[in-house]
């Protein structure tokens, strides 16, 4: 291969393109990233951003110049348009760009709240000019509105009350968390925000935002009216497929791969959170948002590409993920498609919990409060490729502490 590009510019195509280089790949390498830093990590924006711990800067994986001395050419704030698979070339503003080998890393934006227009004040927050112009706002003082509580909105109404703010976090759900972690343990990390002092509110969602210009409220669908000088919208995400759309590639879900990420061809591969595959330690298909899942994606893909799908193997992941919130931490790896929760160590009235997820009588998940040195224990485990299901042996559980919860 004479030029390998790499779209995007997250973790799981910096991985990709360290890989490339580290696995002896010495031609033409070509990064293409619509964002105008260099790869930075994500996870601090609605956290250490926001709360003034870290410097309102991308927080850079390398130092800034570490790509173009491993040879890699960069080329930032240039969005990929379109895709020619029979030609082999990427439609970006300023032309084409021929490739031998390519991997689509493109990533997700956040979910729009509907078609209304937003005011003045609403935000979402995905990259770091998002974060910066959310905290600028955070130093005047302002009453936030959070609308979601997945763990974007939950990371953002900590940060929010660290410095102190007036803070109500809306989920249109039973409880937060509900996609992530299921609704009966969504409930008990919900009481993080009420014992903190946020006013959570359930089972509403968001009817329209009020006020001219700025905002100046959030208006429920039960009719109640939130007072709101700042507003941070975080439902979910959409994947950044578009450009894909007239290349004849499988969208659904994503980008659809095959269990080694294996997009087209031989040449064209996949990771990050545009990606769906089939995940073996799941059984089944799924799209990760997981900084570690996209972050292992990014290697595997870029091994994929120099040895073949077959030699590379396919990828499994844990889908662990980890939030931090309140000074608490909060770590999951595995399903949450089960039958029962069954709390076996701790208890979550405490904020300090282990519990297991079972799925006919096996464990398929774990998820823990405040528990980090086991937690820890059970990655290691995983990772050498122990089977989820033995989670019990891991753990060494003899019975659960709180008895069974409805998944």
Known sequence: ???????????????????????????????????????????????????????????????????????????????????DLQRRRILLPDGELAYDGLIIATGARPRPLGTQPCPEGVHTLRTIDDAVTIRRSLEAGPKVVVVGAGFIGAEVASSARARGLDVTLVEAAVSPLVRAVGGAMGEALGRLHIVNGVKLRCGSGVDRFLGARRVEGVRLTDGSVIPADLVVVGVGVVPNTEWLLSSGLTIENGLRADPSLHVHGGTVFAAGDVVSWYNGSLARTVRGEQWTTAAEQGSHAARALLRGPQAAGHFRSSMYFWSDQYGAKIQFAGDTVADTVDVIDGDPAEHRFLAVYRRSGRGVGVLALNQPKTFSRLLRALDAGTPMEGVDDLLQVRAPAAGSLPA
């Open 1 to 83: 291969m004479k030029t390998v590009v790499v779209v995007g510019g997250s973790v799981a195509a910096l991985r990709a393109v360290e890989t490339l280089r580290r696995d002896g790949y010495d031609d033409r390498l070509v990064l293409v990233s619509e964002e105008a830093h260099e790869p930075y990590d994500r996870p601090p924006l609605s956290k250490h951003i926001l709360t003034g711990e870290l410097p309102a800067t991308a927080p850079l994986y390398r130092p800034a110049g570490s790509l173009l001395d491993a040879q890699v050419e960069v080329r930032l704030g240039a969005r990929a348009l379109a895709l």
